[in-house]
């Protein structure tokens, strides 16, 4: 098991802030993805898991027309390990919003071994 992606205990923070348990598995697996956009690649600090995170922090030093490519290469990166482990099929789509100050919205699509597609977003990229 994956000490800092995947969360034994089973909860998550809900709109009010308060824990709430996850109540099925895709909620399990749909937090430990966003995990792994959202932490820093080479940023963990346990001896091992150095591989773990992605490089999306780095898309605003990117040239603007290969920002698109560039996030779609990183989020393969960053779920290649749950597609090695059979827990996704694939990365189905990504999509990038600008944002105001240099900060972008990921929408990224991602399809499950079973063929149904579960949907990610993360916040506040770049």
Do not use: H
Request: aromatic letters at 6%.
């Amino acid at each position: 098991m994956d000490p800092v992606i995947n969360y034994p205990s089973g909860y998550k923070l809900d709109d009010t802030g308060n824990l709430k348990k996850w109540r099925t598995e895709k909620e399990k697996l749909r937090q430990r993805l966003v995990n792994r956009l959202v932490m820093r690649r080479g940023i963990a600090s346990i001896p091992g898991y150095e591989d773990i995170g992605s490089r999306l922090y780095t898309l605003g030093k990117q040239k603007p027309s290969e920002r698109s490519a560039r996030a779609l290469e990183f989020v393969d990166e960053a779920l290649r390990p749950e597609v090695e482990m059979g827990e996704i099929a694939k990365v189905a789509d990504v999509a990038l919003t600008e944002k105001e100050g240099g900060k972008y919205t990921l929408a990224v699509a991602v399809e499950l071994p079973d063929g149904d597609i579960l949907d990610l977003e993360v916040p506040d990229v770049g």
